[in-house]
Nanobody, 119 residues
Framework: QVQLVESGGGLVQAGGSLRLSCAAS????????MGWYRQAPGKQRELVAT???????NYADSVKGRFTISRDNAKNMVYLQMNSLKPEDTAVYYC?????????????WGQGTQVTVSL
């Protein structure tokens, strides 16, 4: 089995910063693309940022210039540095990873971590 465990969420004032971390563990051959998604109350889950194994990144327009995604392939970890946070960034943030197990690649999700940005 594979587990994704997020950490680093919390309550922060607008303009502040938080860093999320996600660790993948278990029966893993290779961790391919990793990413962060978020879901605010009453809204659909949306992409925040993704990063390929080679380091290519993609960001939602709403976070460009404020958030930075990075990863450590040796540790099977992905990070999300969030700066200049806004109240509209409030959501549950989920880690996602495409993981190769043997000859099969599957998408896995973490349990989510709450980020709350106050005025």
């Amino acid at each position: 089995q594979v587990q994704l465990v997020e950490s680093g969420g919390g309550l922060v004032q607008a303009g502040g910063s938080l860093r999320l971390s996600c660790a993948a563990s278990g029966h893993i051959s290779i961790v391919d693309t990793m990413g962060w998604y978020r879901q605010a109350p009453g809204k659909q889950r949306e992409l925040v940022a993704t990063i390929t194994r080679g380091g290519f990144t993609n960001y939602a327009d709403s976070v460009k210039g404020r958030f930075t995604i990075s990863r450590d392939n040796a540790k099977n970890m992905v990070y999300l540095q969030m700066n200049s946070l806004k109240p509209e960034d409030t959501a549950v943030y989920y880690c996602n990873a495409d993981i190769l197990q043997g000859y099969t690649i599957r998408a896995y999700w973490g349990q989510g971590t709450q980020v709350t940005v106050s005025l």
